[in-house]
């Protein structure tokens, strides 16, 4: 089956970095489109980053511009998601999953189209 899990996150300090792994299982993950979403309390879930099965890269959040980076790193089968100058607004439970319809990223994300979501990782932004 196709298994993705989210690791990595914690409680970082304003300013701070870290980096999320998505990792799957089941499947190569290099022949999936692959997003990060995030979800805040009272929000909805938000596409950030999408890497394609060719590696181009598409970001859904013009906050996120310049401070976040997907990739992708085949040997280990894992997408990641570096996340650089945080700020508190970046707090969420962050979640991948699959384009469901192509192995390219959407112009738009579109939470419907995407699948296989795992159980997501909690990021704190606070000092």
């Known amino acids: 089956q196709f298994r993705l899990v989210e690791s990595g996150g914690g409680l970082v300090q304003p300013g701070g970095s870290l980096r999320l792994s998505c990792t799957a299982s089941g499947v190569t993950l290099e022949d999936y489109a692959i997003g990060w979403f995030r979800q805040a309390p009272g929000k909805e879930r938000e596409g950030v980053l999408c890497i394609s099965h060719h590696g181009g890269t598409t970001t859904y959040i013009d906050s996120v511009k310049g401070r976040f980076t997907i990739s992708r790193d085949s040997a280990k089968n894992t997408v990641y998601l570096q996340m650089n100058s945080l700020k508190a607004e970046d707090t969420a439970v962050y979640y991948c999953?699959?384009?469901?319809?192509?192995?390219?990223?959407?112009?738009?994300?579109?939470?419907?189209?995407?699948?296989?979501w795992g159980q997501g990782t909690q990021l704190t932004v606070s000092s």
């Open positions: 999953a699959r384009n469901l319809y192509e192995n390219f990223c959407p112009y738009r994300a579109s939470t419907p189209d995407f699948g296989s």
